[in-house]
Nanobody, 120 residues
Framework: HVQLVESGGGSVQAGGSLRLSCVASGFTYGCVGWFRQAPGKEREGVAF????????DYADSVKGRFTISQDSAKNTVYLQMNSLKPEETAMYYCATRLGACRRSSGVFGYWGQGTQVTVS
């Protein structure tokens, strides 16, 4: 049974940084994605990592500012977010799926409870 627990959200001023963590239990190899959803908006994929090989993918809007990484020994995937913008205020979720990464949230079967990021 896969369980995901996110942490690291909070409030930050525009231009600031946060590092989100996603601890995954019951999960071996596959894709871990970070998604975000603001009130009234669709959930969007932000960053993805294939835990088997470490390959990564990013939404165009965050390239160069966000970095996804993993610590296999801790079963943890991180999302380092720099130069944050007010429009990136949202609930951030991590999710997993077996197999290769896809940007669509619909193919991810397991989700965490989310962590709130507020940029002012």
């Amino acid at each position: 049974h896969v369980q995901l627990v996110e942490s690291g959200g909070g409030s930050v001023q525009a231009g600031g940084s946060l590092r989100l963590s996603c601890v995954a239990s019951g999960f071996t190899y596959g894709c871990v994605g970070w998604f975000r959803q603001a009130p009234g908006k669709e959930r969007e994929g932000v960053a993805f990592i294939y835990t088997g090989g470490g390959s990564t993918d990013y939404a165009d809007s965050v390239k160069g500012r966000f970095t996804i990484s993993q610590d296999s020994a801790k079963n943890t995937v991180y999302l380092q977010m720099n130069s944050l913008k007010p429009e990136e205020t949202a609930m951030y979720y991590c999710a997993t799926r077996l197999g290769a990464c896809r940007r669509s949230s619909g193919v991810f079967g397991y989700w965490g409870q989310g962590t709130q990021v507020t940029v002012s």
